[in-house]
């Protein structure tokens, strides 16, 4: 059931409970767990937290904490599977589901009694009518020869009878019609995977309407809906939409009059919209090292060919940037150059056919030290969650990746930006090697590309984001080489980090 008014329906429901919170591992589940938190520490609401990353943990979880709680709250899992069937809870469990997976399971969306959707209806949902796909079972009919037909001749049982016959034929023939009709509806919802309003932005939603939103959890829901745009989630459409919503928050958080600009203290935080180049972590990085690793333009440069690599000095002597320059960290660059950069980058881009070098985005100062961009922050933390490190698990790796969102922990931000350096290199170096050693195969509307043993980094890419993330630059820098594009997904062997293969066409569900 679709929950209408958040703040009666949920919140003030679980205020006053002990509940059990699962928390998929994905960026925006974990800004939206930030901002559910800060709203719990408010109200004193205590809460048990798990992180899940597929069903099969979700089920174990519950039935390990069931006995416990009454009310479950669902970020980023849940929505899309029939929670009731697979999960088999007490009746008196209550689960709150807040998901950006679409579509939603119909027998999630018509169960009134135990599941409550915490999704945005002004999402294009589309979910069929609950007379099109549920049907109450019909009641036996009497059969003839009651005491009622006693008395009547034989040849109007007989007539009475044939009636009957009739009426049951045309009943199943209807019956097996709206059955068939029911399959086809159900396949035109649940034939294609996409997603929905960030989770963070509705957690951000129902803070505001409860007038205890505040500045970090505003940042956190911009960066959970810049994972979403990073990860290719959303439409660019939707990407601005929600840009421009979130936008006017920022202005109704972030300003200020001359007198209070002047009296800000030192470690405040302030957020402001800006259009950025479209460079992964490249005022952390060397303009260089960010070009050659960034996807949008590793791809359109062709970088894994000499010939790419020739387009990319070009470029740089367009743009007027030495290669000294470009080479040594963003933020030693010299002052004269960084003052003009955007505007430099974005009209030469133009002329080697990158239209889009530029996108609307936000950025966090932590005093006047510590800036960062909404898409370097999704970077650090899914790196972070996803941590290759020795001696690391999968419940280590998100607590450390949840504190990262914390600006007490900026130290923890930091060390996730070394490690995002290092994932996207080693991704664009895998994708050089596949490209140049023709791994990738076409097999009909299929890619697919294996990384056997002993490939470097493999490890790495045996985690759901980091493949995710590898698929999708695979599959780009690809059709960018002069093949043709079919729709890319992917696929991995769940027990074993010993090898990857990337699928195009079918989609192995390995997350919830």
């Given amino acids: 059931m679709f929950v ?7 919140y003030e429901v679980v205020q006053s409970q002990r509940v ?4 998929a591992s994905d960026v925006d589940a974990l800004c939206a767990c930030k901002i559910l938190q800060a709203l719990f520490q408010c109200d004193h609401v205590q809460y048990t937290l798990v992180p899940v990353s597929g069903w099969q943990e ?7 904490h069931k006995e416990q709680f009454h009310y479950f709250i669902l970020i980023n899992c849940g929505a899309n599977i029939d929670l009731l069937d697979i999960l088999q809870p007490d009746e008196d469990a209550i689960f709150f589901v807040c998901d ?5 399971n119909v027998v999630n969306v018509y169960n009134d009694a135990q599941i ?4 945005k209806q002004d999402d294009d949902l589309e979910v069929p009518a609950y007379d099109d796909i549920f049907r109450d079972e019909e009641e036996d009919e009497e059969h003839s020869g009651s005491e009622s037909d006693n008395g009547s001749e034989p040849s109007e049982k007989r007539t009475r009878l044939e009636e009957e016959i009739v009426a049951r034929t045309m009943k199943r023939r209807q019956r097996r019609e709206w059955e068939a009709q029911r399959r086809d509806i159900l396949f035109d919802y649940e034939q294609y995977e996409y997603h929905g309003t960030s989770s963070a932005m509705v957690m951000f939603d129902l803070a505001w309407m409860m007038s205890k939103d505040l500045n970090d959890m505003l940042w ?18 939707k990407y601005v939409t929600d840009v421009g919503v979130l936008q006017r928050h920022v202005s109704r958080h972030n300003h200020r009059n001359e007198d209070e600009e002047n009296a800000l203290s030192v470690d405040c935080t302030r957020i402001s919209f800006e259009y950025d180049l479209r460079l992964a972590l490249y005022q952390h990085w060397s303009l260089h090292d960010s070009l050659c690793n960034t996807c949008y333009t590793a791809a359109r440069f062709k970088l894994w060919s000499v010939h790419g690599q020739k387009r990319l000095q070009e470029f740089l002597a367009d743009v007027g940037l030495p290669l000294k320059q470009v080479k040594q960290k963003f933020q030693s660059m010299d002052i004269s150059l960084k003052e003009n950069l955007r505007e430099m980058i974005e009209e030469s881009a133009n002329k080697f056919g990158m239209k889009d070098m530029r996108v609307q985005t936000f950025s966090i100062h932590f005093g006047f030290k510590h800036k960062f961009l909404a898409s370097d922050v999704v970077f ?12 690391s698990s999968g419940t280590n790796n998100f607590i450390q990746a949840l504190d990262s969102l914390s600006r007490s922990n900026l130290d923890k931000l930091y060390h996730g930006l070394e490690l995002a350096k290092k994932q996207l290199q080693a991704t664009q170096q895998t994708i050089a090697s596949c490209l140049c050693t023709n791994l990738v195969i076409s097999q009909g509307p299929f890619l697919y590309c294996s990384l056997m043993e002993g490939t470097p980094d493999i490890a790495l890419f045996s985690k759901p984001a980091s493949l995710t993330l590898l698929s999708r630059h695979l599959l780009k820098s690809f059709v960018f080489s002069g093949h043709p594009s079919p729709p890319a997904q992917l696929t991995s ?11 195009a066409g079918s989609y192995f569900k390995q997350n919830v």
Avoid: N
């Fill in 4 to 10: 209408s008014d958040f703040r009666k329906e949920f």
């Fill in 20 to 23: 059990l919170l699962f928390v």
């Fill in 58 to 64: 979700l089920e174990t979880a519950f039935l390990e």
């Fill in 100 to 104: 950006t997976h679409r579509p939603v």
């Fill in 116 to 119: 409550k959707l915490l999704i």
């Fill in 220 to 237: 956190w829901a911009i960066v959970g809906l810049t994972d979403q745009w990073v990860q290719d989630k959303i439409t660019q459409m």
């Fill in 380 to 391: 650090a933390t899914m790196s972070l969650m996803e941590s290759p490190e020795k001696d």
């Fill in 493 to 503: 062997e769940p027990h074993s980090a010993s090898w990857v293969r990337v699928y």
